[in-house]
Every structure is written in structure tokens, then in C-alpha cells.
């Protein structure tokens, strides 16, 4: 049988969906590998994966892209890790590096900083991280994954942006979801679906598992990422990609 191949984060925020698709009794129907968001989204695109877990803001570029069950990664209030980090207030904030590692969380960005901060800045892309090492006086930074969750005492200002994005609509954020450009067989979605909830009903022991210093991953595994696209979820999403079309 031809293998799907799958491709996902390597965040530990990813960790309880892929867990269940890395047992032994999945590999036989499903090939997982791993990059960041955004190289995800462009494997999608050219064909080189069949299934990502990719961020949303890059759904409208890829030819055929549609939901692939009911999982991906949300947040309904604060996130922990998806921030701008600052040395200074947002109302003083001048230029904004964004993360090379996320459309979706530039996306989201870029739509509160024009509809629920009101504020025009100047963004900068980066290519790597060393812009982190460049974020003082009015230059703030966007910082996504464990990355940010390790940024947390270092900067003054922090922005979680799922958390404004809340304060704003009133409305969860969905960051990523599975997504497929080809036909999938419904025992496969069936068998994929079982394999997301693996992970899961272990969330206390990834957590311990993929510990990391000075941050409460329990906290983080269980309450601030949310795993399940319910209707809530889905009505945030079909919102951000309105936003997103406006500021195309």
C-alpha cells in the first residue's frame, strides 16, 4: 500500500497530534516528517507531502487545499506562544521584525495591528533568528513556538496574539490545520483521525516529556493549546481568512 506522507512542525505544540501517527502501527499506512510552517505549506503546494499541518493564512495559495478532519492547533484566549515581544509599549512600537517561520502568525500580525491596535509600523523580515538579538528600544519582535515560550521573562512587553485576536472578536484563533490537496480514502481519514486523538488522551505524559525550563507545559498541553476544531473554532478561522482577503 502507498504510504500518505505527512508533514508536520517540529514545535512541541505539534507533539500530541503527531504522536499517534509515529506508533508502529501507523507507519505502515503514513510517512511523517517534520519542517517549519512555512517550508510545510510550499512541500504541500508542490507535491512533495500529501498531507500538512500548515498554517491557515496559506490555504488560499494552494491550489485544491481543503480541512482534513478535525484537529490542528487553536488557542480561544492566550496562547503563550505566538507574541510580539517588546522593550517598549505597543503604542510606542516603530518597527516590527516578523517571523521568518509563520505566515499565519504575520498574518495575524499585520490585521491587529490594522484593525485592533490601529497603529501603521513598519515591519522586517527576518531570515533566521538573530533578529531576536536586535529587539530593544521601538523595534519589537514576533516570535512564534518554543522559541517564544523561552522568551517569556526576557522582554517587559508581551503581546500573545491569540489573546488579542479574542479581545478583538471575540472569537478562538486557529493558527494551523491538517491540510490535503488530494482525494483521501475515508478508512484513511478515519485511521488519521484516530491516530490525533492518541496523542491526545497521553497529554500529561508529553508534557513531562517534552518539558521545557521554566515553562508549565501541562498548562500549556492542556489548556492553552486546543487541539479540537469545533464550530467556535471554525467560525474564527472563516473570520481571520475574511480579514485576510480584505488585506490582500
Not at 516529556?209 to 501541562?218: F, Y
Request: aromatic share 10%; charged share 25%.
Amino acid at each position: 500500500m502507498e504510504k500518505i506522507r505527512v508533514g508536520s512542525v517540529n514545535y512541541r505544540n505539534a507533539k500530541p497530534l503527531v504522536y499517534g501517527i509515529g506508533l508502529p502501527e501507523m507507519t505502515d499506512v503514513m510517512e511523517l516528517s517534520y519542517d517549519y510552517p512555512a517550508r510545510l505549506a510550499d512541500q504541500l503546494r508542490e507535491g512533495m507531502i500529501d498531507i500538512g499541518l500548515i498554517p491557515v493564512a496559506a490555504m488560499p495559495g494552494i491550489p485544491g487545499a481543503r480541512i482534513v478532519g478535525s484537529h490542528g492547533i487553536a488557542a480561544d484566549g492566550k496562547v503563550g506562544s505566538v507574541a510580539i515581544f517588546s522593550a517598549c509599549p505597543i503604542e510606542e512600537v516603530e518597527e516590527v521584525f516578523l517571523d521568518y517561520q509563520s505566515r499565519t502568525s504575520v498574518a495575524l500580525l499585520k490585521i491587529l495591528f490594522r484593525d485592533h491596535w490601529k497603529r501603521s509600523v513598519s515591519f522586517v523580515a527576518s531570515g533566521g533568528d538573530e533578529y531576536i538579538e536586535e529587539i530593544r528600544g521601538r523595534k519589537a519582535g514576533l516570535i512564534i513556538g518554543d522559541r517564544a515560550l523561552l522568551q517569556a521573562s526576557r522582554f517587559p512587553y508581551v503581546y500573545d496574539l491569540a489573546e488579542n485576536w479574542k479581545q478583538h472578536t471575540g472569537l478562538p484563533f486557529v493558527f494551523a490545520a491538517w491540510v490535503a490537496t488530494r482525494v483521501l480514502s475515508i478508512d484513511f481519514i478515519e485511521c488519521f483521525e484516530q491516530a490525533n486523538e492518541r496523542g491526545l488522551d497521553t497529554l500529561e505524559t508529553l508534557a513531562t516529556e517534552w518539558a521545557l525550563p521554566g515553562v508549565d507545559m501541562h498548562h500549556y498541553f492542556k489548556d492553552q493549546i486546543h487541539y479540537r476544531l469545533d464550530a467556535l473554532k471554525q467560525q474564527g478561522l472563516q473570520l481571520f481568512l475574511s480579514r485576510l482577503a480584505d488585506q490582500a
